[in-house]
């Protein structure tokens, strides 16, 4: 037994460092430890050996199955890493400098976000900014959101534990809760926050919404949103508004349209429609593209504002929305993949 073992070893240590590819070492593992390979058919001869040999067999026969397994497990690491330096291609020295023949190019939606922050700066708008983590009172409690408020659900918005510390956020009420803003309207009320009337601030940004990704949401998306505050502002200038940026951003032939609607924090509300027929893959005669209204009065209160003296209006809508439009995209994960083939096609 010993004499066929030797042999099983020194033609395994002999084949398997020849071998170049996975399909070969399994096949070839197969003739040894397989169901009908060498070693299966020596260990089935266990059964005839003499009772009292069998200890010193059994012995001889690990020793002989350890070795084999040593010399599979060194062919396999060596196939497997051939496989991976194939996989990758040449060694990158990444201090070269980059091979790409020419300048980066702005990513679809950051073309979109500027186009309409210059479009309203020409209005008499400035771009306000503010944290991605919030808390509820900037969120939800100033904009006249209240708790039973499904928007305020766990399913809807995400929370962080309440040991979460953010040192640049700071908490104005005490024991409230810390978030990922659900929109860019926590922006408003900071402004407002920070100083009286006048204001004409535009504010794009992540936001971020527990929902399932599909073609047209996304958990994380980008809003632009809009507030004007000043004496004797009326529904008029907000439409007025509306229509020169989207005339503006998708081409005279561009109508809009309001449709009464529900905000907590406007009133009175109105969902916003547009007719772009002339541009490519609208199908339909009136698509939804945003939301808008006359800042209601509480909103005003919980800010410090006298609803008796100023009023204003705020519109906001999802960027995405509005270069799937602009661009013909069909579908809302093309920004988020990250696909060369794709991003390469806009400047």
Partial sequence: MQDALNAILAKAA???????????????????????????????????????????????????????????????????????AARLGPAVDPTLPSPDPGPGKYHPLTLVREEM???????????????????EFYCFDALNTPPEHTARDPQDTFYFPPSARFGNVARKNPGEKYLLRTHTSSVQIRTMLKGPPPIRIVSPGRAYRRDTTDAT???CFHQLECLSVDRNV???????LIDHVFSSLLGPDTKIR??????????PSFEVDL???????????????????MVDPSVFASVGYDPA???????????????????????????????????????
Avoid at 234 to 240: F, G, H, I, Q
Wanted: proline fraction near 5%; glycine fraction near 8%.
């Fill in 234 to 240: 009326t529904v008029r200038d907000l439409k007025a």
């Fill in 275 to 293: 007719s772009a027929r002339h541009l490519p893959k609208v199908n339909k005669e009136w698509i939804e593209i945003g939301g808008c209204g």
């Fill in 14 to 84: 002999a084949e398997f460092p020849a071998l170049a590819s996975r399909p070969e070492f399994e096949a070839a593992k197969a003739r040894f430890v397989g169901p009908n390979g060498e070693l299966t058919a020596v260990l089935k001869r266990m059964g005839s050996v003499p009772k009292e040999e069998r200890p010193a067999a059994g012995r001889m026969v690990n020793e002989a199955k350890a070795r084999l397994q040593a010399v599979l497990d060194a062919s396999l690491a060596r196939i497997e890493a051939a496989a991976e």
């Fill in 309 to 347: 003296v100023w009023t204003g209006y705020a519109f906001g809508m999802g960027l995405e929305r509005l270069a799937m439009l602009l661009y013909a995209v069909d579908d809302i994960r093309y920004f988020y993949q990250n696909d060369l083939r794709f991003l390469g096609q806009f400047s």
């Fill in 117 to 135: 922050c210059r479009i309203m700066h020409k209005v008499g708008f400035s771009v306000a900014d503010g944290p991605e983590v919030e808390t």
């Fill in 258 to 267: 309001f449709r009464p609607h529900y905000f907590g924090y406007t009133e």
């Fill in 217 to 219: 949401h996304s958990a």
